[in-house]
């Protein structure tokens, strides 16, 4: 489910936003963002979204 976060991020979707798209809260979003923002070494969801593409997970078009 995590990974299924990095798409509606790169189309530039908010914690809100996405929690809409994939039936859940905001909150819990906000937490999965931080579990992912972690386990790439991201300070913040910018760098999140560069690192993810850079190590193949997506691409921003």
Do not use: N
Request: charged content about 20%.
């Amino acid at each position: 489910m995590d990974r299924a976060i990095l798409p509606l991020l790169y189309e530039g979707f908010s914690e809100k936003g996405i929690g809409q798209q994939v039936e859940l809260s905001h909150r819990t979003i906000e937490h999965r963002i931080e579990r992912l923002k972690q386990g790439f070494g991201a300070g913040s969801i910018a760098q999140l979204v560069a690192l993810s593409i850079a190590g193949g997970l997506g691409s921003a078009g």
